[in-house]
């Protein structure tokens, strides 16, 4: 049995998908808080199982009988190192035989502050003893075309990257990636540097936007404590805006290039094109 945890989330819910385009349903275990959430995914024959990164116990037993388990990085930056280590002795007890991690783009060298929780979690991997697989993943498209239409009606695109290069590659494609590793043989003690084809500074990202919409947009470098506050200012808590301005500095140091292709390698197709991703945010 192949489990995710996390299942209901926006990554989850594109692996289980993914997933069962392939696998038996109940071959699959959705982990979800809120089983209520996924009632569909259990009337197609999936296993949905509650289970909460704090509660120990109760992961445990949701982890009873699985053979493989995607960990995907909880959502409370500031909290994973714990939350993690509670699925990681669950799955130590449960007998799991294989734990894929959705950890962060060279986490062990990164200059992004985000990376710290995901080193720390690559190392409670090793010291478990539990055969894993490290999916390292770079910045997904969406964290920037969630905010597409706000750029096209202002006519600017703020950050504080500088030409610092993002190799981004849409959730999809991640999504992708984690199936092709839970559904292949022979993944324990593989780490794979996962990022888009095509890597683009803010500045032409902006351009493609331009050319997408058909509206002028352009750049604007930011210092970091400026676009913090800005992105606070649009409504984010502030440790959230800290951190996306945070790691807009550390992409401008090289921390979110890539050009391996490890991705579309693994997936067996490109990645998604950026002006995709971006036509799809500004029709929604």
């Not at 995914?41 to 982890?63: E, K, S």
């Not at 991690?101 to 991997?125: F, V």
């Not at 200012?233 to 800290?242: D, N, T």
């Amino acid at each position: 049995m192949i489990a995710i945890t996390g299942a209901s989330g926006q990554l989850g819910r594109l692996v289980v998908e993914g997933l069962l385009a392939s696998q038996p349903a109940s071959s699959i275990v959705a982990l979800v808080r809120d089983p209520a959430k996924v009632a569909a995914w259990a009337a197609r024959g999936v296993q949905v199982r509650q289970a909460d990164y704090t509660q120990p116990a109760a992961l445990a037993q949701a982890l009873k009988g699985v053979d493989k388990l995607l960990l995907i990085s909880s959502s409370e930056v500031g909290q994973r190192v714990p939350q993690h280590r509670n699925v990681i002795d669950a799955a130590r007890q449960a007998g799991v035989k294989l734990v894929a991690y959705t950890s962060i783009l060279r986490a062990d060298s990164s200059p992004l502050g985000l990376a710290r929780e995901h080193r720390e979690t690559e190392a409670l991997l090793r010291a478990s003893g539990l055969p894993h697989v490290l999916l390292r993943n770079g910045w997904y498209t969406e964290n920037y075309t969630a905010s597409v239409q706000a750029a096209v009606q202002h006519g600017a695109v703020l950050g504080s990257a500088g030409a610092g290069r993002f190799s981004l590659a849409s959730r999809a494609d991640y999504a992708a990636a984690a199936v092709a590793v839970l559904t292949q043989e022979g993944q324990a003690g593989k780490v794979y540097e996962l990022a888009g084809d095509q890597a683009l500074t803010l500045a032409d990202y902006a351009a493609e936007i331009a050319r997408v919409s058909g509206k002028p947009v352009v750049y604007k470098d930011l210092p970091e404590a400026e676009y913090a506050k800005v992105l606070e200012q649009i409504g984010l808590p502030a440790p959230v805006a800290a951190m996306l301005a945070e790691s807009d500095v550390g992409a401008s140091k090289g921390g979110l290039f890539e050009d391996g292709r490890a991705l579309s390698r693994l997936i067996g197709r490109p990645t998604t094109p950026v002006a995709n991703s971006l036509k799809a945010a500004l029709q929604a």
